[in-house]
């Protein structure tokens, strides 16, 4: 069977860039292996998917190529997306920090985009495992489970390692890898850190308590909640700071950043001479907490018994708190995958590879990665839009 164009991929990208492209009359089929299309959709934003976030900008992006994002992000904006959001009726919320959430389910996100694709005519097909793409002269072919596909546009949309329960898969790295293109080394990004030895110990008796945190590592800051889990440390702030963090380096945790525990603690000192620390510490602190940040400090003497250095010491293990995870829950937990298909093999303005004709690779499968809020389906979005326009006048 022949369709113009093929787009391998039925997830934000793959959709947006199939409307895209239906929009300017292209004939448009898509093929997914799995039995839902945007079944990440599904599962984004505990469920009400944050779509976009009101304050997208480059610098919310990780890439080999910080200057790659741009052009995308310009041409198809958080204002676009909303747009079309307004337009199918849908009630959204700003939560925090400028993320947009569906007030559905993000099913309503997902059927927004289906019903567009059902309105432009295009195919989707879905339980379609692909066992080898080839390309001969200007004619792609793509030999599924189901039946031999040709076209001289191919989209690959497939994401890229992250969650692979919802069928993420190393398909278009290894596509990228027949045709000649670049990979940049990928690694689990969003994802929770794990603890081992007496890190684990202390920490695991804390899971399910959660705090607000300022966290740092390698010149970037969070200021969100963090929240200990069995296995070591996740919440906005965690899973912000993982993009950023490679194995062995230090993390930097400042708890309850709005304070200067160590002042506070002084004031008190004067205030309520008579008041055991620990008491004190539990207005700020869980008691769990309490006892395991000051594990080794005794927090039972009244707190005009303590010399400054002491207080400075106690403020410390809250405030000034490093820790080197040891690792992270990986692929599995992991929201995106950082890495991918080298953006340099790439056009900024038509996502079609420089060097193979009628090759596209667009949203999570390249080497772009948005920060946790709605940035990487603004992503999926962007780049599936204007792939899609390029589609239309190829
Ligand atoms: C738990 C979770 C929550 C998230 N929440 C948010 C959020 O709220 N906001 C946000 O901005 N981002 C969120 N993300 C990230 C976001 O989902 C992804 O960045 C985005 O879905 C990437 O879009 P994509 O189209 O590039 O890839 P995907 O959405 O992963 O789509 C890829 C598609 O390709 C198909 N596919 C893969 N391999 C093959 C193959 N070999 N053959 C055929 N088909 C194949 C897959 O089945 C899938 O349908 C979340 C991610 C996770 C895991």
Known sequence: MFSPVIIIGAGAAGLMCAISAAEQGKQVLVLDHANKAGKKILISGGGRCNFTNLYTEPANYLSTNPHFCKSALKRYTQWDFIAEVDNAGLPWTEKKLGQL??????????????????????????????????????????????????????????????????????????????????????????????????????????????????????GQRFLENILFTHKGLSGPAVLQISSYWQPGDKVDVCCLPEIDLFTALKTHQQSSPNKQLQTI??????????????????????????????????????????FIPSGTEGYKKAEVTLGGVDTDDI????????????????????????????????????????????????
Not at 121 to 131: A, H, K, Y
Not at 367 to 375: H, I, M, P, R, W
């Open 101 to 218: 959430f569906s007030d559905n389910k993000s099913e309503a996100i997902l059927n927004m985009l289906l019903d567009r694709c059902t309105k432009l005519g295009v195919t989707i097909q879905l339980n379609c495992s692909i066992q080898s793409v080839e390309k001969s002269g200007d004619t792609f072919s793509i030999n599924s489970t189901l039946e031999n596909y040709q076209s001289s546009a191919l989209v690959i949309a497939t994401g890229a390692m992250s969650f692979p329960t919802m069928g993420a898969s190393d398909f278009g790295l290894r596509i990228a890898q027949q045709f000649g293109l670049k990979i940049t080394a990928t690694r689990p990004g969003l994802v929770p850190f794990t603890f081992d030895g007496p890190d684990k110990q202390r920490f695991e008796g804390l899971a399910g308590v959660s705090i607000d945190a300022g966290i740092e590592c390698n």
């Open 281 to 322: 510490l539990q207005q700020y602190f869980p008691q769990q907490v309490v006892n395991c940040f000051c594990h080794e400090i005794d927090t039972q003497r009244p707190l005009q018994t303590y010399k400054h250095s002491e207080l400075e010491q106690v403020a410390n293990q809250f405030q000034h708190w490093q």
């Open 347 to 394: 056009s900024s303005k038509t996502f079609e590879a420089k060097n193979v004709k009628g090759l596209y690779f667009i949203g999570e499968v390249l080497d772009v990665t948005g920060q946790l809020g709605g940035f990487n389906f603004q992503w999926a979005w962007a780049s599936g839009w204007c792939c899609g326009r390029a589609l239309s006048i190829a």
